[in-house]
């Protein structure tokens, strides 16, 4: 059904436009730009809906707290994407995923600590005008991660 929004989309947004370098600009990809993440819990094969997550900006061991949100029904967070447009800047990030509290909040009873309590996921931002997804796919025992599209 998402498919059959993008024309109408397109179309309250308007035609793309022509860049200085000759290129068309598209405002729909303009406003999805950002950083956006996704979890799936890979024991029950769905979403990882309301598993806690943070966002920080790093500078070598230092951290701050740019964001705190608990995923959606979707494993998402429910404002969209984590960092909007202007507000994802070169740098690097870290997110963490509270694994071990989802898990049990689901039934799995986990040791204590758990084997992965909680996953942090630290990486670049080069291109800030880029969008960058970074999903996760997470059981009690093991994860993946990958820059997604």
Not at 68 to 80: I, K, M, S, T, V
């Amino acid at each position: 059904m998402d498919h059959m929004r993008w024309p109408i989309i397109r179309r309250r947004l308007g035609p793309a436009q022509a860049t200085d370098c000759g290129r068309r600009r598209d405002p729909l990809k303009e406003r999805l730009m950002g950083l956006s993440t996704h979890a799936l819990d890979t024991v029950h094969g769905c979403p990882a809906a309301g598993m806690e997550v943070a966002l920080y900006a790093t500078d070598g061991e230092s951290a701050r707290l740019v964001k705190a949100f608990r995923l959606n029904q979707d494993g998402r967070d429910p404002e969209g994407l984590v960092l909007a447009g202007e507000a994802l800047v070169r740098g690097s990030y870290r997110l963490v995923f509270d694994v071990a509290d989802y898990f049990r909040s689901k039934g799995l009873v986990l040791e204590r600590p758990a084997f992965l309590e909680r996953v942090r996921l630290d990486f670049g931002v080069a291109q800030p005008q880029a969008h960058w997804h970074v999903p996760l796919l997470v059981s009690p025992w093991s994860y993946t991660t990958y820059r997604g599209s």
